[in-house]
């Protein structure tokens, strides 16, 4: 294995961290919210962890230049949806800047009027519980009122790159 020192200097360059960070293999996420106004918005994350079991929690980080972030803010509720194998193109979707994400997007009302999105391995329906500052992110800490959970197999991101699971017997 060999391994490659990128930068000794204190202030790591965005790329040295985007380099470090892709190693760390994740699930790829869709935040959907309904702004105030009626329009849905939705973005593609990675940045998504399981925060709290008691009360149920999960954390998201959204970037200051998301569209999303805002209309979240003020709706304070969001759907979290955890893409299955053959969305890509979901991600891709979700991932851009285009007007009407949700034209090609299988989807239905959730309780608090987040779209819930077809077709994923689980989604949950949150409602905004803290808002922290984060560098050039938010992190948004989500109280988790609703679970769905489908099944199958899911879609992963690693070094800037989609992939799926090849499933062997780990020793644990
Ligand atoms: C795999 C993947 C993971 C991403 N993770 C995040 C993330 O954790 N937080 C974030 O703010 N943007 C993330 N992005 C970038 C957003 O999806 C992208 O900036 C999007 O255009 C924002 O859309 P919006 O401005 O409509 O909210 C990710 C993109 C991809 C493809």
């Known amino acids: ?21 892709g190693h760390f293999a994740t699930g790829v996420a869709v935040v959907t919210t309904t702004h105030p106004d009626g329009q849905f918005h939705g973005v593609t994350i990675n940045a998504v962890t399981s925060l709290s079991l008691t009360p ?5 980080c959204l970037d200051h230049r998301s569209n999303t972030l805002g209309a979240l803010l ?9 893409l299955a ?14 007007e009407d994400k949700f034209a090609a997007v299988p989807h239905r009302p959730g309780r608090h009027g987040s779209p819930l999105i077809e077709g994923v ?4 329906e949150c409602s905004v519980s803290e808002i922290c500052p984060g560098g ?3 992190i948004i800490i989500g109280a988790v009122d609703q679970v769905h959970v489908f099944g199958g197999e899911p879609l992963l991101y690693h070094r800037g790159a989609y992939a799926a699971l090849e ?3 780990m020793v644990a």
């Open 1 to 21: 294995m060999s391994e490659t020192i990128l930068s000794a200097d204190p202030a790591i360059a965005p790329g040295e961290l985007r380099a470090f960070a």
């Open 56 to 60: 149920p929690l999960f954390l998201i």
């Open 74 to 82: 003020a709706s304070r509720h969001f759907g979290l949806h955890f």
């Open 85 to 98: 194998r053959e969305q890509t193109e979901i991600s891709r979707v979700f991932a851009s800047k285009q």
């Open 121 to 124: 391995v689980a989604a949950a």
């Open 136 to 138: 050039d992110h938010t």
């Open 167 to 169: 499933r062997e017997r």
